[in-house]
DNA sequence: CCCCAATCTGAGAACGTTCTCACATTGGAG
DNA sequence: CTCCAATGTGAGAACGTTCTCAGATTGGGG
């Protein structure tokens, strides 16, 4: 009724709130409000009348206001190097569907891997009022961002990497058992040179890329390291030296350097007889390579990947990888991150923070073949 | 200083807000939001006395509380079928890279193209006090709640659908074009025969899978219709007639049928010489299937896809494609959101929705050959 | 018949911000 | 000296919610 004149200019009616159902239903602020929360008493009658004037408004609370007052935002944030990555996408699939269930919507931020920006990105999810954080650090060791987030009491889960010395949940794949028992495939199938080819975060400290790396290997868990000392570990129950000449740590962000690396993998007086290529990109990079020279997979060299991306499966050879549950991870993170929000962001359970493991299984396809 | 026995307790340390900064400054709350606002007079000794205060405090302005006054969040949101779909993905990694220069998050929710939870999406969303909301909408009929959404004022754009008969802004690829190019690519290489394979969303009246192609092909924007239409519109430009069985549509839900499809019309008594896949999925289910069956591409069938994804190239022979520029379109899509934001969401510029068509970029590789 | 517990309701505070308004205090022009 | 504009400041309202508290009304047990 009453349609003004100018009913042009509508667009400035706002949705009903609280008290337009109060008042519609002829009681207070505060006893709508009850009867909303399912709180204390209110008579049956009245009950019904509030029910009655939200269906009738189409009321939906405020949850700004809600926020406000309450401080639960029902928000989490998701804070990774590039949302348009596959792994990074299935993860936040996965952390979608766990928010879902719990009334919960997600903001994503990307870094790039720079360090700035995941500060920057935790700020601002703190302002937000978030309820918790779910993040895969650029940095395993600068993580002071990251302990300012939970001294605020907000809960934080890191994804794919573990922060060293820090009470902060976090949830791996077993990227080290992982690629010692695919290196370990390899060694049973006759296979003395194996080459271990790596993708490193350009922040990386290059003492990682040359020399020592077994040394520079130690510390925290980061899917990097991990898969080298994976292969490390596996050569080593096998009685087999590692050669430094069949190790390659390349910044993922070089794709010409990858090629590079395998090149000159292949041009060894010795080369391998099997590539473990550690992360999807160096995959890539040897698969093209490979084919470009006509080198045949699994006939004069066997190749076996991580990570199982589609074309792994339309290319022929259909390529053997190790498969990290990238959906699942995220399930998990964010089942991890509603428990921790559940129990009011209790941080005393396990000073070292829980560790969630979750198993990469080994699919054997066709691009590895015994050692001739 | 004073740091209280139980400094185990500590976590109920709150942020700082404008008060303590107030008092620490030695002004009254209005002022400091004056200094940090930066409007009005104030002199120049209070205004460093502030500053000085923000960051002994490191004080950060709380967002909820500063939504609730004034009604913007800096936060706006993604609805999509699928966050872990590349193009959905790469969409969302524009749409971030616009927002972060805007000094705006992004919220994502994912519908799996049910309409259901696309309008509790959007409730919800409206119910964060979102600036606007990017969509790609389940049905381009039924928008009622997207219109809700800009009734209550909240700007929207449509993603890589277009909405009949609503004032909505839209960002599109220019999907009948560049198809309609790619068939007559075909067409001049001699090709009389071209399928078109393509998929449709499961919601999607059963009408067209099957009779009438043309007709039920009209109305409004929506990649699968246009894609259609592309390829009768090129036919008929050349002068040939659409063959009913040279045309296949099936639920992109669907795997077998869609193997099944492709299978029908290679066994067909007059078959094609090429194949047009309108879409990743089917692109890939045709390839997997033609390779399977040992079918040369592209001696003995060509084959051009729809959509660049990374085995493309990875495959012997590299398939040619029409590629959507996904991250493009995302960022498109974000900049008009902003610019509608802007002008403070004036619904009055053009009644039929700005349009904006991105071009699709014909890739031309080693899957299409002249027909024999 | 009285009292207290149980039931029901509304007034009002609080969350942290922005911003309007009113009230000083200047100093220069007339 | 007077007046007014320019400059500087603070009190307090408002956004929409939740929830504490206190007050009112019942009814049953003593």
Redesign the pocket.
Known sequence: MATEPGSRERPKR?RP???DVAKRA??????A??V??G????????IERVNQAVRELG?E??RI??T???GKSDVIGFVCADISDAFFSAAMRGICDVALREGSQVIVMNTDDRGSQERQATKVLLSHKVDGIIITPVSVREHGHIDAVTRAGVPVVSLDRQLSDSGIDSVVADNEAATAAAIDHLIGLGHRRVAFLGSVQPEEPPALRIGKVRASVAGPSRPSHDRVRGYLRALSAAGLHPDRDLIALVPHDEPKRRMHAVQTMLELEDPPTALFTADSYMTKSAFSLLSERGIAIPGDISLLGFDDLEWTTLVRPRISVVVQPSYEMGRAAAEQLFAQIGRNAAPDTDPRGRRTVVPARFLERDSVAPSP
Chains 1, 2 share one sequence.
């Open positions: 706002s709130n609280i008290n002829g009681v207070s602020r505060a006893t409000s009850r909303l929360g709180y204390g008493y209110s008579s049956q009658e009245v009321y609370p405020d206001a809600r406000m007052r309450s």
